[in-house]
């Protein structure tokens, strides 16, 4: 096992979100390859668990970072919470944090959106102050527009690009070039959300 969280499950009393990030099996240099997630609720009768093959990125440059229980107040649909899986990756020019949302329906653990990147950092590799950097901070709101019986999602993104440069002290110092607001729109289809386009495909200024 690569790292076990635990966190209570929020509107069933005494239920707990066990996530476990495991190596693949099989696999001849399992810790250079993506992990498996497997999460389990316990704490309920009967105990739930479910396994995602691959969930985890990791290898080919990719370093899987960390992962955390997400349990901020994801009301999907009227009367159904979701939680989240969030999952942190890093190069040595980028890095990521994705979140995966979950819900308890009957029986069964549902992903329903799937590695969303809430933030992004990218720089051009550049000397000591002379990089150029771009970063993208991004928050979940519920909406009251639905599909399927799914509150659409809205992704409001802040996107900020600065550069280093060295002062007259040869000190170095950020300098902030751009910022950027906008909104994304996800849709629920009857299986899971959809991430747009425009979303998924970050335009990582000079990487």
């Not at 190596?23 to 497997?38: K, P």
């Not at 060295?166 to 607001?181: E, F, I, M, S, Y």
């Amino acid at each position: 096992m690569v790292d076990r969280q635990i966190k209570p499950l929020p509107g069933i009393p005494g239920a707990k979100i066990v996530a476990e990030a495991c190596l693949q099996r099989g696999i001849e240099d399992a810790e250079n390859d993506s992990y498996d997630l497997h999460l389990t609720i316990t704490g309920r009768k009967p105990e739930m668990t479910a396994h995602f093959a691959r969930k985890l990125s990791n290898g080919g440059g990719v370093r899987f970072t960390d992962m955390k229980i997400d349990t901020a107040r994801y009301e999907v649909a009227p009367g159904l919470r979701a939680f989240g899986i969030r999952a942190g990756w890093s190069m040595s020019f980028a890095s990521s944090d994705l979140l995966s949302l979950f819900i308890v329906q009957g029986s069964e653990i549902r992903e329903i959106l799937s590695d969303a990147a809430m933030r992004i950092y990218f720089t051009n590799r550049g000397s000591p102050c002379m990089r150029k950097n771009r970063q993208a901070e991004r928050i979940i709101v519920i909406d009251k527009r639905r599909n399927h019986g799914f509150f659409d999602l809205l992704v409001k993104e802040t996107l900020d690009d600065w550069d280093e440069e060295a002062d007259a002290q040869g000190n170095c110092d950020d300098t902030p070039v751009h910022r950027q607001q906008r909104v994304y729109r996800l849709q629920f289809d009857g299986k899971q959300y959809n991430i747009p386009a425009e979303m998924a495909n970050f335009d990582c200024r000079l990487c």
